[in-house]
């Protein structure tokens, strides 16, 4: 039945049953090397954490001792309350460390500390009585010293059986888990021994059977080397031709590709000049705007100031007005100072003082009429000066005007540049995209020409790569019948 087998079937039924052997071998040592991890953890989580806690209680033993000796000397009432705490330590201890369910020998070494502990208190609560009443510190320590020390003394023999207890477990368990260690060691190396004496049986039975199986096809490989070897020749030699071929149409395609590209690049630089004269045109118009506004701008200006000249020559009139009517009041004041000097000269005595008043108003007048005809020539010569700008403001003005038109002709003119510009850039920008479209063909062209010829040496190098196979193959097969079979065969 073995020999009917194929060369997989055989291999993989090898391979099979070394992998469960294999794993075989992993679970034991799994299962082992799990037992051993157990072990050494109930060692140092369990037992360990045992012996701190029984070490603790000593320590919390000894605190307990010294808050009853601090309240016998200071009387502080907050010490009962931490004798009280330190207690419900020493009890919660006490219970976590029979919660693991110890061995009868521990449990009973907790059920006499249980019991010492409670005679402790009642001796540590007489105590706290006694120095609370009042009955004197020589009293409450000789209560100290008969009730409490002796049954504290009993608690220390008892704690430190307890951690020797701890310790012989603890040494036990540690034994126990290195069995167990050497135990799992001499289990895995008989089933590593087993895995390897079936190796060797397997790779025996696996190497007869396969022997003749190979033998028969190397045969066969060999006659089809020879047949591959003539036709890999023969295909190498039409792939050396046609890359041959390949490599002149390459050249020509290039010299094409590169003139396309000159073409183009020169599209593209008339194209950007066309671009800048028509930005720069734009930019004149812009800038020709810009300056028939700024022109307009004064324009406006100049009709303001005109108009403001104009209601300054309005109001220097009103003023020559107001000045008549000043220049008569003055008149009419001089006259009648005149008449008031020519009544008091009459009065006598009686109207001199009268007399000096109509004086100094006739003076008053006087100067009144001399000021009106001083400010009467300054607006006189305010009116010329008014009418002299006022007639320059309108010969700038009408210049002005002027300028603004000859500003938006050259605008029109700017403007009708910048549109013959843009059709100029249009034109070379479709110049430009014709040439970068047969540029763009002929690198389509040039690249699939470069593939055709990739393609080509390819197959030539593997044509080559072919032939080399097949010499080695046939090569490879001689050396693998000297193997499978000996040199009478």
Known sequence: MLKQWTFGKKVGAALGLGAAL????????????????????????INSQHLLDAEHLNTILERRG?????????????????YRSTQADFMQVLKELRADKPTPEVEKTFQRLEVLDDDYNRGAQEVFELARSGAGTERASRAFETKVFPVRMQIDVLLTELVRQEKSLMESEWKASKDKAKTAAGTLAVFILLAVAFALTASLMLARALGGQIGSAVGQVQSSAAELKAAANQQASGSREQATAMGEIITTIRELLATSRQIAENAKRVAQIADDSARSAREGAGTVQQSRESVETIRNQVEVIVGHMLDLGKKSQQIGSILDIVSELAEQTNILAINATIESSGAGEAGKRFGVVADEIRKLADRMAGSTKDVRGLIEDVRSAVNTTIMATESG???????????????????????????????ASEIELTTKQQSTAVEQVNQAVLGTSQATQEAEASAAQVLKTVSQLAALSNDLLSLVRSPAA
């Open 397 to 427: 003005s009408k210049s002005v005007e002027i300028g603004a038109r000859q500003f938006g002709e050259v605008s029109a003119a700017l403007l009708r540049i910048a549109a013959q510009v843009a059709t100029a850039s249009e034109a």
């Open 66 to 82: 010294g808050q009853l000796r601090a309240y016998l000397i200071t009387h502080k009432e907050g010490l009962v309350e931490e």
């Open 22 to 45: 294999t794993l075989l071998v992993g679970v034991v040592s799994i299962t082992a090397l799990q037992g051993v991890s157990d072990s050494k953890d109930q060692v140092i989580r």
